[in-house]
Each structure stands twice: as C-alpha cells, then as structure tokens.
C-alpha cells in the first residue's frame, strides 16, 4: 500500500464518482479504476460500490476513509517538520555566554531576534567563563557561545565580532582619584588590580595587560575576581582598581566610581564562536542572524578566521 492509493481512494471518496476523480488526481480513468481495485485487493475488502451513475462507500470504505485522511495527514506534517528541520527551523540550539557578555544590547537583541524567528526551535542558555565555553563547544556541548576572544581563541573556533567595547576604570568611591572626570591609563601604575583569573578569559585578561605595558607599567595583580561581575564588589571594598566594560557600569554597586579614559580607551572584544566545521543549519541560522544584527549595530561586517 502506497501514499497514492490512499489519494486515489479519498478522491473518489469525495467525487463519488470515478471520471471527476481522475481529472482531479490527474490520471486517466481505467488506471485510477485499476488503482483502486489493487488496494481492495490487498485490504481484502471491496471499498466501493459500482453504481451506473457513480459510486458509494462500503462500510469497509467508511472505516477506511478517516484512517487513510489520517495517514497522509501525518505524512505531510512528517514532510513539514524534515523540511523545517533541513532549513534549521527546529531541533534545538545550546547558545553559551561569558558573565560580561549579556550586559552588550547586541547579545540580547540577537538572541530575541532568533527567538521569534525561529520559535520551534529549543533554545538553552548556559553561562560560563570563555575558556570552559570553548572546551565545552569543542567537545559538542555548546552550539554557540558569546566569548571574550583572545587571539587563541580565534585560531580555536570561527569567531564572528560583533562589536569592540571601549572599556572604563573603576576605582572605590573613596579613592583620591574617583572625582577626575577622565583618567590616563598611567594614572593606575601604583594601584593594585583586581582581575579575574587568566585561565577563565585570557583573551579579555591578555588585553587589559597590554594596555598597561603600552603606556609604560607593568600591572600589579592583587586580588582575584571570580568573575567579571564580581569585580566591581571586591573594588568596592577597597581591594584595588580595575578595568571593565562600560556596559558594566550597569550593574548598581554603591562604593564605586567609573571613570572614563583620558584619550582612546581599551576595547574588549566580544565575539560569537562556532565550530570550524559546523553543518547544523539550526547554528548557521544563529551565526546569520548574528551577523544581521551585527551590521545594524556597527554598519559593517568583520568575521575572524
């Protein structure tokens, strides 16, 4: 029994009639007869009866006919849901981001975006620092994670930048310092810093100390940060000084002070990282939409290999 029986039957089903059933099947007249005398023979059963003027069901023909509407029901809903899967409509997406990630418009925005395009698909968010993100993509746990790359990192994974922000010096609220309206970079050549560990982001680690070493000094590490957002808390308490995004200054912690840099600021790097040999087109539709909304926000596209 094939998918044609079943439309062969239903149509004449439905027309009562074999000729209009034919014509609308597409097919000649005897061959649909033909057709539907070999499914009677296989059900064992006759589902029509002859007439001169046309044709009626059985009662084994009206058993038959919601089972066989059922059957190519599901076999196109079966259809749908291999295409929809095939143009990465469905399945499901493990998205991983850093601490810091989140806190750039861009992330959500990409995110919702993706959401409302794609609402079949299953959409988990995990957070975790960059370098367990990478090891957790490469060994097929993540499908895509916002990082803060490194140069390493970019050699590792495909990397999609989505956008440089220029970053700002935190200092506690009683620092002698923490009413300048901007600070040079030297400014901190004294001060200890707090940072989080190298093994968590060296890409983000790696930048703010070579932008030390370019003005001149070589920072001085203090206390360790469990993770970015846990550094405005610690230099709140006087632990040190330190170096964040500005989108940090979001995160409300009475104590502190952000100032903006006297001349052209650090940039951390955010980035969206894939896998080198990704097929899913679920992630490939993630990646395209990460670069549409990278290009509405920066008016360019840069993709590091």
Known sequence: MELRHLRYFIAVAEELNFTRAARKV????????????DLENEIG????????NGAELTEAGKAFLP??????LQAEQAKRSALRAARGGSGRL?????SSAVFNPVVPAIVNAFREKYAAVELGLEEAPTAQLLQ??????????FIRPGSSDVLQARCQLLAEDPMVIVLPARHPLSQAQTLPLGALAEESFV??????GAGF????IAACRRVGFEPRLGQSAPQITSI????????GVSIVPAEMVKINVPGVCYIAFDGEPPAARLALATRRDERSPTVRNFIAQAIAMQRNSTGNDQLAE
């Open 26 to 37: 597409g097919i000649g007249q005897p061959p649909l007869s033909n057709q539907i005398r």
């Open 45 to 52: 059963a006759a589902l029509f009866r002859r007439l001169s």
């Open 67 to 72: 089972e066989a509407q059922a059957i190519l």
């Open 94 to 98: 493990r998205v991983g981001f850093t």
């Open 136 to 145: 957790r993509l490469d060994g097929d746990e993540l499908d895509a994670v």
């Open 195 to 200: 940072l989080f560990p190298r093994e968590a």
């Open 205 to 208: 680690f790696d930048d703010i």
């Open 232 to 239: 405005a808390s610690l230099v709140a308490v006087g632990l």
